[in-house]
Structures are given as structure tokens and as C-alpha cells.
């Protein structure tokens, strides 16, 4: 499984590079991505209230992080949107927050189809 | 075991760097925010820390700075972990005080070996610690008694004399010459000599109070130094001294030898207008009474007196006790 994935680099994912940053260790980088997944929902509702109520020094501090985990783990477009974000907050820009908002949900239930679709992360 | 420091509110982040610092055998500590990283930092001896720069609470550039700005600590090697990839942000990082600047995403083998570097410098570091202590332990110790020596002894006796002026309190004094040493010399040779030296200066050592010092002042002489001392205390001291070298044989590389001391005892009380050294030439001469009443015994210049010392009293000395095997 993880050497049919491992070839597979998409929008979503370098799994190669990840895995390369790791030092190879699979099952460790199986890990982390399913932290990153239970972590998400957190980061999302936070930064979902920020949003809702204008909070641009939040959108940036959450966006920055959520670039940081993101880039560690290889989720190519969600740490570009993250990034994204991260501007939107320091320029103040709320329509491209909010655009960004939706642009996250999304991109992550991709990458959860995309996860469960290789079974690197269990269905519930 | 090196302490290793991780400030890292990401949890995906601080399970890598974690993992792979348990791999390289670091003692690992963990934190997610800032304030809780400072308490980390403040009560554990952190060798090396590695910081998220955006952190809740105190930021990681900010607890570069508090690091830097305690120079009583031993030297901490900083890694900045960061997002921020621009140039004046690195400049920032550096200006702050961090050794090192790690942006993210990082490779696992990079963080390892910058690490190695890191431990480099801390080990040097702390030959550098070790070897300032040993010239200073030079500096400042008699090699062979271990005791302070003299420029020492006569710097902590500056020092509590001002004490002393400052809080207007006593201050006591011992002079102390062992007897016929010369003889023990001529009689049983150097080396036995500085048998004896050697123990009657843990002798001495183990007789005085815990907050009092003691000197070797010159070849067979001791000064000891007894802050906020009375009368009454310091004729205890003496006697105690002079009985734990008296009362038990000497065991040397030669044979069992009798040993004794000669004291001359002083307690300067408030206020005493007299400089550091008219007390130490009057004690200087208390000792020599002593000699010159047998040895074994101890000799001190009574209070009534300190006003007057290097006057026409200097000579009027008390005999307080004399006792002779």
C-alpha cells in the first residue's frame, strides 16, 4: 500500500517528501498525519469563530501554524491555502478569509477521501 | 545526559522533533507555550532549546532574549524554529541571541546534525567552566591544605570587616601557629610535616562554624575569620580548636605524633576605628603571647581593648587560658 502511495504525489500530497523527512519511518508518518487530522477540527473551529467575528490577529496566528504542520507533513494545498490565510489575517482582508474558510473545509475532506481511499487513515 | 528543551505549540512538529531527539539520547522536556517554557527553563539546567518562534504566550525570540539576558546560567544553545523564511526575520532571530535558525518544513537528518553542533558547543563550554573553577580554585587555594590562601583569607576578612562596620555587629579573629613544627620537620622530614599540615587543617576546618573561613596565612600559620562573634563564642571556638588538635595523636607516614597550637584570639566590637591591619599586627602579637606562655593555649585581646590596639595598650593582653600537655 505505502509503496503504490509513496508514487502517488498529487495536490494534496507529497507522500514521498514526507516520508523522505521522516527518515522513512511509515508507520511514524502514519501517525502524524492522523494527529493532523484529529488536531484540524480544533484549528478549523478557531479559526471559523476568528473569521465570524473579525479576529485578524487569530486568523493570521492559526493560518501560520496550521502553514507549519501542513508544510512538515507535505499537504501541499493545505499549507497554501494556510499560508493564504495567514495574509488574509495581516492584511486585514476578510472577504479572502472567508473564501479561504471554505476553500480549507474543503481541501481537507479531499485529502480525507484521499487518505481513506488509500487506507493510510481509517474510516469511522 | 544533555537537557533539551522543546517550545513547540504545534503537535505534529513537537512529535517529530521529539522523536528524533529521544533517538539522539537527549534528556527531553516539552512545552507548548511560552510561559511554560520560561518556568522549564527556569528551574531545569537546559543545555540546548529549541523554539518555535510563534508561540502562545511569551514568543520564542522573546525567550531567546530572557535566555541571553541571564548571565548567571550556564550557556544555553538556542535553535529558532520558524515558518518565517525572509531574510530581516532571520536577522531578527539572530539579533535576539539564537545560535541557530531552522525554518519549516525541516528534514529530520538536518535537525540532527545542526544538533550535533549545538552539543559542540556546550561540551566546549563546559571545559571552559571547568577550567576557569580550577584556575580559580589555584588562585584562590592552598595546594596542599586546600584551605584559602593567604590573598584570599585576607580578601573575606576585608569583606566582613566592612559587613561588619556596615551592621555595626562584632567581628572575630584566630591567629594560629602550630608548635615547634620546625622541630617536627627537622625531626621527621618534610613530607611528615605536611602531614601534619594537612591535618590540622581539616582539623581546624571541621572545628569552626559553618559560616566562619579559614586561611593558611603563611608556612605553619591559620587565620580564621568569624563573622558576628562573641566574646563568650569565640573562647568556645579556640578551646574546641585547641583540643581537637591536642587531643588526638597525629597519624603520619612515619609514625603517631603529638601535635598542638598557639592562638591569638580577637573580637573587634562596634565601633571600631582602627584599620584591618593595626588588628591583624595586634592579634599577630596575642599569638606570640600564647608562644610565649607555653603554647598549647590561647591568648585574646580583650574588648575593653579595641579601641586602644597599636596604642599604649597594644601590649596589654588578657590571658584567658593556657593549658599545657
Known amino acids: 500500500m505505502q509503496e503504490n502511495l509513496a508514487l502517488q504525489t498529487n495536490r494534496l500530497i507529497n507522500y514521498n517528501e514526507a516520508l523522505k523527512r521522516m527518515g522513512g519511518d511509515a508507520l511514524f508518518l502514519s501517525e ?18 476568528a473569521v465570524e467575528e473579525n479576529d485578524f490577529p ?5 493560518g501560520h501554524t496550521l502553514k507549519g504542520s501542513s508544510e512538515m507533513l507535505s499537504l501541499i ?7 493564504q490565510m495567514e495574509i488574509a489575517g495581516i492584511d486585514k482582508n476578510i472577504s479572502s478569509a472567508e473564501k479561504l474558510l471554505s476553500e480549507l473545509k474543503n481541501e481537507f475532506k479531499n485529502l480525507m477521501y484521499f487518505l481513506q481511499k488509500v487506507k493510510l487513515v481509517q474510516l469511522n | 545526559m544533555i537537557n533539551l528543551l522543546i517550545a513547540e505549540d504545534d503537535r505534529v512538529t513537537k512529535k517529530i522533533i521529539e522523536k528524533t531527539m529521544k533517538e539522539c539520547g537527549y534528556n527531553v522536556f516539552c512545552a507548548a507555550d511560552g510561559e511554560e517554557a520560561y518556568r522549564i527553563l527556569e528551574n531545569n539546567n537546559i543545555q540546548i532549546a529549541i523554539l518555535d518562534w510563534m508561540l502562545p504566550g511569551i514568543e520564542g525570540i522573546e525567550l531567546s532574549r530572557r535566555i541571553r539576558s541571564d548571565k548567571e546560567k550556564n550557556y544555553t544553545y538556542i535553535i529558532l524554529l520558524t515558518a518565517k523564511k525572509n531574510q530581516a526575520d532571520m536577522i531578527d532571530g539572530f539579533s535576539a541571541g539564537v545560535d541557530d535558525y531552522i525554518t519549516k518544513p525541516f528534514n529530520t537528518h538536518d535537525l540532527k546534525a545542526r544538533i550535533k553542533t549545538g552539543e559542540r558547543i556546550i561540551e566546549l563550554q563546559s571545559q571552559l567552566i571547568e ?13 596542599l591544605t586546600k584551605l584559602l590562601n593567604r590573598n ?8 566582613e570587616y566592612a559587613r561588619a562596620l556596615r551592621n555595626e555587629i562584632p567581628m572575630g579573629m584566630i591567629m594560629i601557629d602550630i608548635d615547634h613544627f620546625k622541630r617536627i620537620n627537622d625531626t621527621y622530614g618534610h613530607q611528615t610535616g605536611d602531614d601534619i599540615l594537612q591535618e590540622v587543617a581539616l582539623r581546624l576546618k571541621n572545628g569552626i562554624r559553618p559560616y566562619d573561613s579559614i586561611g593558611r596565612y603563611g608556612g605553619e600559620e591559620f587565620l580564621i575569620v568569624l563573622p558576628n562573634c562573641s566574646m563568650n563564642e569565640i573562647y568556645k571556638v579556640a578551646e574546641r580548636l585547641r583540643l581537637q588538635i591536642s587531643g588526638e595523636k597525629f597519624r603520619t607516614r612515619t609514625k603517631l605524633i603529638n601535635a598542638s597550637i598557639s592562638m591569638g584570639v580577637l573580637v573587634a566590637q562596634y565601633p571600631f576605628d582602627k584599620p584591618l591591619d593595626s588588628l591583624i ?20 585581646v580583650m574588648p575593653s581593648d579595641n579601641n586602644n590596639i597599636g596604642g599604649e595598650n597594644a601590649g596589654k593582653f588578657s590571658f584567658a587560658n593556657k593549658q599545657v600537655n
Not at chain 1, 494545498?77 to 499560508?83: K, V
Not at chain 2, 599586627?281 to 585574646?300: F, M
Open chain 1, 32 to 49: 502524524l498525519i492522523n494527529d493532523y487530522i484529529t488536531d484540524f477540527d480544533h484549528y478549523y473551529s478557531n479559526i471559523k469563530v
Open chain 1, 58 to 62: 487569530e486568523i493570521s496566528v492559526i
Open chain 1, 77 to 83: 494545498s493545505l499549507s497554501l491555502i494556510s499560508a
Open chain 2, 131 to 143: 577550567s576557569q573553577n580550577r584556575l580559580r580554585e589555584q588562585a584562590t587555594h592552598d595546594g
Open chain 2, 152 to 159: 584570599a583569607i585576607l580578601e573575606i576578612i576585608e569583606v
Open chain 2, 281 to 300: 599586627n595586634v592579634i599577630d602579637k596575642a599569638l606570640y603571647e600564647a608562644k610565649g606562655n607555653g603554647r598549647n593555649c590561647w591568648v585574646s
